[in-house]
């Protein structure tokens, strides 16, 4: 099955830095998503990316299909920034999760 | 608005009992999803389904068994609870398989004792 990667697995943080998070995947996909899994265990919708660029505030991704992979990028880093950030491929009607990046952002 | 609803949000098993999680939504989506969440890891596909009557098996389906007899429900039966079940499990819908935003229930945490 597909294979996917994100990379780092956990990142430290002071509150005001930016950010980049990677997911890689080993084959093509009809789609992609990023999540953030607050502390309390919610999964919000932070994009739904299958290929190129999009922004909400602080927060932008960047899905390259032809390359299998997808940046998550986030910019002045806030404490609620902190949590799970997950991606997750849809392919052939499954939908696989990263293992995450867990980010802690320090005040 | 409800989005997808997943009942009872806490249940503690004794192991051996049977038990069954409730997922509905309200969107009319045809694709719904079942996850489980161990702590500290990411999330693992039980189940899908793909519209009415028509299931399918995730990355992790042993010991669980699902249905789908509306579009609206997707409910995940665990006959013989074990320890290793003990977990966070997310219900998950979507409208168009190849193109549609997954949305998420707030998750029914079990504990096996």
């Known amino acids: 099955g597909i294979q996917v990667e994100q990379s780092p697995p956990d990142l430290i943080l002071q509150e005001g830095a930016n950010s980049t998070l990677r997911c890689n995947f080993s084959d093509s996909v009809n789609n992609l998503q990023w999540f953030h899994q607050n502390p309390w265990g919610q999964l919000i919708n932070l994009f739904y990316?299958?290929?190129g660029t999009k922004q909400n505030g602080r927060l932008s991704a960047t899905t390259v299909a032809t390359e299998r992979y997808s940046l998550l990028y986030i910019s002045s880093s806030q404490t609620t920034d902190s949590g799970v950030y997950f991606c997750?491929?849809?392919?052939?009607?499954?939908?696989?999760f990263g293992k995450g990046t867990r980010l802690h952002i320090l005040p | 608005n409800a989005g997808v609803t997943q009942t009872p949000k806490f249940r503690i098993l004794k192991i051996g009992q049977s038990m069954t999680l409730q997922c509905a939504q309200d969107m009319n989506h045809n694709y719904m999803y079942w996850y489980r969440q161990d702590p500290g890891m990411g999330l693992k596909l039980i189940y899908y389904s793909v519209g009415a009557g028509i299931t399918d098996k995730g990355e992790v389906p042993n010991g669980y068994n699902v249905s789908r007899s509306t579009t609206e429900d997707f409910p995940l039966r665990l006959e013989l609870a074990a320890p290793s079940q003990t977990s966070v499990y997310f219900c998950?819908?979507?409208?168009?398989?190849?193109?549609?935003?997954?949305?998420f229930g707030e998750g029914s945490r079990l504990t096996v004792l």
């Open positions: 990316i299958p290929s």
């Open positions: 998950a819908s979507t409208g168009r398989g190849y193109t549609g935003e997954l949305f």
């Open positions: 997750a491929l849809n392919r052939d009607d499954k939908i696989i």
